[in-house]
């Protein structure tokens, strides 16, 4: 019991006083308490600390682990190209976790970055985690198609006139798509960027 209270505690960054006043006790009957020196913990103590720490009774008596929720894979489709469009491949060639949360505001799909027109912040085989949508918000990261089949990774900046799709890197230029490009190429909108994961 010492150890588990401790160790909750330290998790939730709370001194002894804190949590003794949450409990109505004085600070020598909680140290007792955490330090395994009483008998016995009421049960009214117990369901409080269970609530206090989001555990469960059972927890705290050492009968059961915490249970981590477990996360969503989600595919990582072929390879996106952070330079000129290319052909994207959507072969399956990896799989990436989420948590379940995230997993359930939208469709996810995971995506290899090739080139370096999105460096230094997004590199050459970093995977890229992006939610299924077909609009964005100006400045927005987005997998954008191009001519019904070319994929590429860029800041999508919007205007009256149409979109532009900007690189990060200097050394490449952004590309303008106005309106009736839109239409009759077309350029639509795969999905948006909501996470970077960095490989080595």
């Known amino acids: 019991m010492?150890?588990?209270?401790?160790?909750l505690r330290k998790e939730k960054g709370l001194t002894q006083e804190k949590?003794?006043?949450?409990?109505?006790?004085?600070?020598?009957?909680?140290?007792?308490m955490e330090n395994n020196d009483v008998e016995r913990i009421s049960s009214d103590y117990l369901i409080k600390l269970a609530k206090l720490y989001n555990v469960s009774v059972?927890?705290?008596?050492g009968q059961e682990q915490i249970k981590k929720e477990k996360g969503?894979?989600?595919?990582?489709l072929g390879i996106i190209p952070a330079g000129i469009p290319i052909e994207a491949i959507e072969d399956?060639?990896?799989y990436e976790e989420i948590p379940q949360?995230?997993?359930?505001?939208?469709e996810f799909f995971g995506l290899k970055v090739k080139g370096d027109s999105m460096a230094p912040r997004i590199q050459n085989g970093d995977v890229v985690i992006v939610r299924k949508q077909d609009n964005c918000e100006t400045g927005d990261v987005c997998v954008?198609?191009?001519?019904?089949?070319?994929?590429?990774?860029?800041q999508v900046k919007k205007d009256y006139n149409g979109i532009t799709l900007v690189p990060f890197n200097d050394e490449y230029r952004s590309m303008f798509y106005s309106n009736k490009d839109?239409?009759?190429?077309?350029?639509?909108?795969?999905?948006?960027?909501?996470?970077?994961?960095?490989?080595f």
């Open 182 to 199: 839109i239409q009759e190429l077309p350029v639509r909108i795969l999905g948006k960027v909501v996470e970077l994961r960095g490989k």
């Open 2 to 7: 010492k150890n588990i209270l401790y160790t």
């Open 72 to 76: 969503i894979s989600i595919p990582v």
């Open 19 to 32: 949590v003794a006043q949450y409990l109505n006790t004085v600070h020598s009957s909680y140290n007792r």
């Open 92 to 94: 399956i060639i990896d």
């Open 101 to 106: 949360e995230m997993a359930k505001t939208g």
């Open 144 to 154: 954008v198609m191009v001519n019904g089949f070319d994929a590429t990774l860029k």
């Open 58 to 61: 059972d927890y705290l008596l």
